[in-house]
Nanobody
Framework: QVQLEESGGGLVQAGGQLRLSCAAS????????MGWFRQAPGKEREFVAC???????TSYADSVKGRFTISRDHTYVVYLQMNSLEAEDTAVYYC???????????????????WGQGTQVTVSS
């Protein structure tokens, strides 16, 4: 079992920034990579960014490229720095972990086997 706990969501004005954190605990030896996804009301969950275990690979959705940055520290904590936020970024953001190591890291929801509870990000225009 792996537990994922997100934090850092909130309300911010358009153009502002937030940093999300996700801490993995439990059987972290099964963590090959980690990713961020988001789900807006009435829409399907979509990929935002991913990073693999050795930080050699990152990938971003086109909609956030150049504005968001995913990173990992030396433990199993993943960050999502979100700059120049737009109203369209409003969603619940989920952290997830993949069991397998991927290079490039995985963009598909089906590659992730554990998910956090999500943290709300609201961007006011």
């Amino acid at each position: 079992q792996v537990q994922l706990e997100e934090s850092g969501g909130g309300l911010v004005q358009a153009g502002g920034q937030l940093r999300l954190s996700c801490a993995a605990s439990g059987h972290t030896s099964n963590v090959g990579g980690m990713g961020w996804f988001r789900q807006a009301p009435g829409k399907e969950r979509e990929f935002v960014a991913c990073i693999n275990l050795n930080r050699a690979s990152t990938s971003y959705a086109d909609s956030v490229k150049g504005r968001f940055t995913i990173s990992r520290d030396h433990t199993y904590v993943v960050y999502l720095q979100m700059n120049s936020l737009e109203a369209e970024d409003t969603a619940v953001y989920y952290c997830a972990k993949s069991r397998l190591y991927g290079d490039p890291c995985f963009r598909a929801i089906g590659e992730y086997d554990y998910w956090g509870q999500g943290t709300q990000v609201t961007v006011s225009s």
